[in-house]
């Protein structure tokens, strides 16, 4: 850790060197928390930047953050001060107005297992405290040095393991969205492992002075509450099913005190035989009292969920205007590309959702769900797998034949069950929606929502069959824990993010990777269930120097799942582009008052098909839109690298500019000096795109 004294305008230095209370109220000139506010609308009201002058926009500073690598951060602004992470998930402050460092906080040589996407900023008089994680820890620092506060946990810091049931203690668990502030609480989402052996996706609340756990919410019931009979009697044990967590961060309507957790599914993500019903609290929009962690409503948006259709983003919170009534209302997007709206305060969803009828023909001891919630209004933002025929390849596929062909084998109905043939998957695992989540303007009722439309293809192996191949233990357990991303011959696939394994040890050491088997690594959760000697036989067949009997007996643990998916494999042409026609990333405005689109347009391209003259294709994006009152829209997300700004009214692009490296991270407005100022990080690293460290800050001349 290092602090040094900041650099700040003369009023943010007087502020610094009384360490007022001014200090720590957030006015309207701040990015005050994650997504902009405990709404989680992305928005703000500043307007010095507008529809006529946005052209004018340059590099006002630019920040190196540290080492190289994906930054999902969407940094707060507090009186000048901004707050971030990096790569290396060491938190910083820096003078909102130069991009200068005041504190940095974190080793930079520990390989955390994950990126992070912020901090969380919490007040009272003259103490103001950063909170964030590193690894399992929730740290909280003092927000004008850095320092630990001793009174918080144990040194400045709490494991977030705190709570769980005994069994759960030594499992794979970090947090890599900023915890939800609510007066003197932190309400902490969770990533946890998504295979059985996943610990309980509880959620929590602790108290922000002394890091004392508060309450907790079940969303894998215990005997007695709501949703018990939903999951196996003993399900609740964590023996066999775990997560059902929330990792995409909350959102919270400070004045009525209600908390909205949206959650992902249960373990193991793509076989559900050993978890037999509806499977509450997994898929779920839960509506908590924030004080307590009782539970107000909850409405589930996928049931026995088999595809990995966790929520991916904190909801929005607005306000409509239905059957001629304002209603306060949240909007849920999903993975799917589906919009749920409710009341806030009943639950009661405003646009009709119907129980549809759905396929049950799933693996041996499967038990798919016969129903799946479909909402009448508004249409999905991205096209549906029943869309797709073998017709609908990429007209610049080199083996459109093949693919074609291809796609008549999957099975392409929607919500159908897991196969030995092949599902496909559209929109894709990642989505659809994704984790950067919708923007919305809060008084009109409209959101903005970017939109992947990437194919994956599930299809799933039968153990008992992989059991009677005669391999080695050490081969086996890299098709176990390794096969599914990193392939059957260790080659990889940057174009999905899994980087090739082939001679790992002449650029790692074996210390090194052991630790990321251990602890995991970006989106590969840590395999905390594993012996040394099953990490060590790993790392052997990963150096060639497997020399285990060749047996056909599996010498590990018998599998509790009898079928796993073969692999998270996208489906891609000869040139690794999407297998399906354009467009392949869209962003969307809906009117939620009337569930209309007001516009539907590519967000990004293809920059060699745009060379050859071939543009509006869209393209893979990850990373959220800012929008502003006065109608401007911005966005990075997408793996061509640039940055744009839209009209919020037509969706027509005004400006445009191209970023040190693509920026797949959700920007930042705020004032400081009297300046308007949109921040973005940019650490590429992400589909194959350079790496690199970097916060970079435009402002008008």
Known sequence: MKSKIPHLSALGLLIFLLGSSFLTIPSNEDWPSYLGGSDRNHYSTLSQITLENVQ?????????????????????????????????????????????????????????????????????????????????????????????????????????????PKIAQNKFLLSNTPGTIYQDLIIMPLRLSEGEDA????????DVRTGKLVWTFHTIPYPGEYGYTSFPKDAYRNTYVGAANNWAGMAVDEKRGILFVPTGSAGYDFWGG??????????????????????????????????????????????????????????????????????????????????KKVSTRGLAGEKPWPSQPYPSKPAPYARQSFEISHLDVSPFAENKEELSQQLKKFKKDFYAPPSEVGTLIFPGFDGGGEWGGAAADPEKGIIYVNSNEMAWVQKMENQAEKEKLKISNAKRLYQNYCQNCHGAELQGNSLSGYP?????????????????????????????????????????????????????????????????????????????????????????????????????????????????GIKNTGIENYGGPLITANGLLFIAATKDGKFRAFETKTGKIIWETYLPAAGFATPSTYMAGGKQYIVIACGGTKLGTPKNNQYIAFALP
């Open 56 to 164: 004018q926009l340059k590099v006002a500073w630019t920040y190196a953050s540290g080492d190289s690598g994906q930054i999902q951060a969407n940094p707060i602004v507090i009186n000048g001060v901004l707050y971030g992470v990096n790569a290396s998930v060491q938190a910083f402050a820096l003078n909102a107005a130069t991009g200068k460092e005041i504190w940095r906080f974190g080793d930079p040589l520990k390989n955390w297992a994950s990126t992070s996407r912020g901090v969380s900023y919490w007040s009272h008089e003259h103490e103001a405290r950063i909170l964030y994680t590193a690894g399992p820890n929730l740290w909280a620092l003092d927000a004008k040095t850095g320092k630990t506060i001793p009174s918080f946990g144990q040194g400045g810091k709490i494991d977030l393991h705190t709570g769980l």
């Open 199 to 206: 610990a309980p996706g509880d959620i929590r609340a602790f």
């Open 274 to 355: 050993n978890r037999p019903g509806s499977n509450l609290f997994a898929n779920c929009l839960i509506a908590l009292d924030a004080k307590t962690g009782k539970r107000l409503w909850h409405f589930q948006t996928t049931h026995h969920d088999l595809w990995d259709r966790d929520l991916p983003a904190p909801p929005n919170l607005i306000r409509v205007k239905h059957q001629g009534k304002y209603v306060d209302a949240v909007a849920q997007i999903t993975k799917q590309g589906f919009v749920f709206l409710f009341n806030r305060t009943t639950g009661k969803a405003l646009f009709p959702i119907l129980e």
């Open 500 to 612: 090739s394994l082939v001679d790992i040890f002449k650029r790692r050491d074996k210390t090194f990777v052991k630790q990321i088997i251990q602890q995991g690594k970006g989106m590969m959760s840590g395999f905390t269930q594993l012996k040394n000697n099953e990490i060590e036989s790993i790392l052997s067949f990963l150096g060639n120097e497997d020399k285990q009997e060749i047996s056909s007996q599996n010498t590990t643990a018998k599998a509790k799942i009898p079928y796993r998916m073969a692999g998270y494999n996208k489906f891609l042409d000869a040139q690794g582009r999407p297998g399906i026609k354009p467009p392949w990333g869209t962003l969307n405005a809906i009117d939620m008052n009337s569930g209309e689109y007001l516009w539907k347009i590519p967000l990004g391209e293809d920059l060699e098909l745009a060379k050859k």
